[in-house]
C-alpha cells in the first residue's frame, strides 16, 4: 500500500490555519481569555477599560467537583437578571465581574457599610482606605453552591452586584481575573504610572472582631 503524501502549498497552510484558528478558541473558551472592563465598579482595583487576562480552568474544576473559587477572587459570570440560556456569553452577552465576599452556607450582611461574614467584619485591604459607604443590610445565608459577590466600588450605586440580585450560582462563573494587561500605562494624579499587574486574591487574613470598626 502507498503512503498518502501530506498536503503541500495552499493546501498545507490552509489546514495550519485552521487548525490554529482551532487550538486558539479553544484555548480562549476553556483555558485562557481576555475580558474589557466596562465601568467603575472594581475602582481601585480595576479601571473602566482595563483588559484583563482570565484564567477558566476554574469554571471547569467547579464543574467536575475537583476545586472552585474563593472569597477574595474576582470573577465574572453573566448577568443573572439577563436571561437567554448558558450560552449566551459566546454571543456576546453582557458579562458581570465582580469579588467573591462570601462563599456557600456563610452568613453575610453589611453594617454600617462593613461587609460582615459569620458576624466579624471582613477584612478588605484591596480596597486600599476607599469610601465604604454607610449602607446596612440585614443577615443572610449564602445558599449551598452560590457565591455573594460585590464590587470594590462601595459608593451609592456604584456597582450591580448581589446586594442587588442576590447569591450568583456558582456554577454561572466562567473565571478568574488573573492580570491586567493593558493599558500598559495609566494617568494618575500623581502622574502615568505602569498599569500591568497580577490581580492576586488577598492572602488570607483573620476577620476583625465581631463589630470592631464599624463605625
Known sequence: MRAKAP???PRRWLSVGLATVLAALLLSVFVLGVVRVEGHSMEPTLH????????RTGAWLQRLGLGGFRPGDIVFFPDPTVHGGPAR???????LIKRIVAGPGREVALLR???LVDGRVLSEPYLR?????????????????HDYVMGDNRHPLASF???SFGPVP?????GRAVLVVW??????PEGRRWNVHAVAPPAPAPAIARGAGAH
Not at 456558582?170 to 466562567?174: N, P, R
Not at 493599558?183 to 494618575?188: A, I, V
Open 183 to 188: 493599558p500598559l500605562l495609566r494617568r494618575t
Open 129 to 145: 482606605g476607599a469610601f465604604r459607604g454607610a449602607a446596612s443590610i440585614p443577615p443572610m445565608r449564602v445558599p449551598r453552591s
Open 7 to 9: 498536503p503541500t502549498g
Open 170 to 174: 456558582a456554577g454561572s462563573i466562567l
Open 161 to 163: 452586584d448581589s446586594r
Open 89 to 95: 456569553w459566546l454571543l456576546g452577552g453582557h458579562l
Open 113 to 115: 457599610g462593613r461587609v
Open 48 to 55: 473602566d477599560g482595563d483588559r484583563v487576562l482570565v484564567l
